[in-house]
Nanobody
Framework: QVQLVESGGGLVQPGGSLRLSCAAS????????MGWYRQAPGKQREFVAH???????KYTDSAKGRFTISSDNAKNTMYLQMNSLKPEDTAVYYC??????????????WGQGTQVTVSS
């Protein structure tokens, strides 16, 4: 069973930066997409960004220009660099990864989440 472990969350002041990491227990070459969702208190989980195996990226509008998603295949790790953080970025951030078996069966794996709090 694939395991994803996030790290890098914490408390940061508005305008600050954090880099989240998502370490996979297996080679990330097996995933055709990896990405991040977040969930703020009392709100639904929302998409933040994803990175396709083709290196194409997608961001939610609020993250464009501030967040950067990337990966290090040698370390089996995906990152989310978050700059110019705002209080509304406060949420639990979850990484995910999707794989597709030879038989066409899709699987999605989730990390346990890491808390990001933006506050002065």
């Amino acid at each position: 069973q694939v395991q994803l472990v996030e790290s890098g969350g914490g408390l940061v002041q508005p305008g600050g930066s954090l880099r989240l990491s998502c370490a996979a227990s297996e080679s990330i070459f097996k995933f055709y997409v990896m990405g991040w969702y977040r969930q703020a208190p009392g709100k639904q989980r929302e998409f933040v960004a994803h990175l396709l195996s083709t290196c194409v990226t997608k961001y939610t509008d609020s993250a464009k220009g501030r967040f950067t998603i990337s990966s290090d295949n040698a370390k089996n790790t995906m990152y989310l660099q978050m700059n110019s953080l705002k209080p509304e970025d406060t949420a639990v951030y979850y990484c995910y990864a999707d794989s597709l078996s030879l038989g066409g069966y899709e699987s999605r794996y989730w990390g346990q989440g890491t808390q990001v709090t933006v506050s002065s």
